[in-house]
Nanobody, 115 residues
Framework: QVQLVESGGGSVQPGGSLRLSCAAS????????MGWYRQRPGNKRELAAV???????GYIDSVKGRFTISRDNAENTVYLQMNGLKPEDTAVYYC?????????WGQGTQVTVSS
């Protein structure tokens, strides 16, 4: 089994920063894609940021320039640095790891941005 453990969520004021971490363990192929999805209140889950083993990244338009995804391949850990947070970033953030055959999910971590 592959397990993903997330940390770093919390409550911040608008304009603040948070860094999410997700550590994967288990039988993990050396080539994979890790990313962060989020589900905002009343909305479907959406992919916020993604990164390949080779370091190629992608972001949803609403977070470009504010969020940075990175990974440590040796530790099978992915990070999401979130700067300039806005109330609309409030969501449950889910870590995801995808291989050529399966995908795995973390339990979700709450991020709340409010005054």
């Amino acid at each position: 089994q592959v397990q993903l453990v997330e940390s770093g969520g919390g409550s911040v004021q608008p304009g603040g920063s948070l860094r999410l971490s997700c550590a994967a363990s288990g039988s993990i192929p050396s080539i994979n894609i890790m990313g962060w999805y989020r589900q905002r209140p009343g909305n479907k889950r959406e992919l916020a940021a993604v990164i390949t083993t080779g370091g190629s990244t992608g972001y949803i338009d609403s977070v470009k320039g504010r969020f940075t995804i990175s990974r440590d391949n040796a530790e099978n850990t992915v990070y999401l640095q979130m700067n300039g947070l806005k109330p609309e970033d409030t969501a449950v953030y889910y870590c995801n790891l995808a291989t050529d055959t399966r995908s795995y999910w973390g339990q979700g971590t709450q991020v709340t941005v409010s005054s």
